[in-house]
């Protein structure tokens, strides 16, 4: 089923919203890890979601302009003996698109709460 | 690249990470590695940090590879079609050839190993009938195959002759054994398809001058 033009799927929300409540907490930058472990927490769950489904989402979201990314110097990893981290940051049109999704989120529970109009 | 881990969940992951992002461009090849490479590494270090167990920890990697593989064929999908739109002419309608030969030959070729493997070992657990072979054997029979089509999915990056050749030698047995079920004749025919024209492709570019 393709959605609409602009239309947020739950991961998606999961990531703006895990993303902007660590700005929130003076975390400028996320990475991918961070924010599937951060997603984890909110939501009380057990397992991280997928690498596949995941990096495909935080791609798909960067090409949107819900999101950027930079890659830190290499040097700072090679520094810290690890691996490369890709950086990810919310941008204005993220932090728009999440109160839109969560604003018409809210209008679907409000309808669903009043149940179907009779006449 | 610099081995940071060498769990075999890491290697495990490298392994499918190199099969799904053959044929695209080494940038976009060395960008996905690294992301995931990092986030492997932090689950791990995260897991030893919250004393987790390590094989706690390296089934959780597991299974996130797992269950992430549908999304990695779609992203696979979904670049290979970024590049065919990035060119243009005929460069455009050989390099889509090839991306859409490689997609269905590892998709075909990861199901059908999957198939194999899972049903030799369900009925090596008594999960299924096993008739009159004892079921010792039946994990040897699904698992030495499978195994085969994965080794030879990986060998076609680099020698489709002789991916081609292990592919056949693991997909075709079984098929015929179990011609009756449709399914898997269908798909072993599918994935021999694709790995000799796969093997005719590389072939014809390396005769191509650039």
């Not at chain 2, 369900?122 to 195959?145: E, K, M, Q, T």
Request: a positive charge; glycine letters at 10%; hydrophobic letters at 45%.
């Amino acid at each position: 089923m393709r959605r609409k033009p602009g239309a947020l799927i739950p991961l998606e929300i999961s990531i703006l919203g895990a993303g902007i409540d660590l700005k929130l907490g003076g975390v400028e930058e996320f990475h991918g890890f961070g924010i599937a472990k951060e997603i984890r927490d909110r939501k009380g769950a057990r397992l991280l979601t997928a690498h596949g489904t995941l990096y495909r989402a935080l791609g798909r979201m960067e090409k949107a302009g819900l999101l950027v990314s930079q890659w830190e110097d290499p040097n700072l990893a090679t520094s810290e003996n690890r691996p490369r981290r890709r950086m990810y940051r919310v941008t204005a049109a993220g932090e728009g698109a999440l109160s839109k999704a969560q604003s018409a989120r809210q209008r679907q529970t409000l309808k669903l709460e009043r149940g179907p109009v009779t006449s | 690249m610099k081995s940071f881990t060498s769990a075999w969940s890491m290697r495990l992951v490298r392994w499918w990470l190199n099969l799904y992002t053959a044929g695209l461009p080494s940038e976009v090849k060395c960008e996905r590695l690294a992301e995931i490479e990092y986030d492997v590494w932090e689950h791990e270090r995260n897991g030893e940090a919250e004393g987790q167990r390590s094989d706690v920890i390296q089934g959780e990697i597991f299974f996130r590879f797992l269950t992430g593989i549908p999304a990695d064929l779609l992203w696979r999908r979904e670049q290979a079609g970024a590049e065919r739109r990035s060119k243009e002419g005929n460069m455009v309608l050989k390099q889509s050839g090839n991306a859409t030969t490689s997609m269905g030959f590892i998709l075909a070729g990861v199901l059908l190993a999957a198939i194999y493997m899972i049903g030799g070992v369900s009925v090596s657990l008594g999960w299924a009938n096993n008739g009159d072979i004892p079921r010792f054997w039946w994990a040897f029979i699904g698992l030495l195959p499978g195994a085969m089509i994965l080794v030879g999915l990986w060998a076609s990056m680099r020698s489709p002759l002789l991916g081609g050749i292990l592919i056949t030698v693991g997909a075709v047995p079984l098929a015929i054994m179990f011609y009756w079920t449709i399914i898997l004749p269908l798909l072993a025919m599918t994935v021999v398809i694709f790995g000799v024209v796969r093997a005719i492709e590389f072939a014809r570019e390396r005769r191509t001058p650039s």
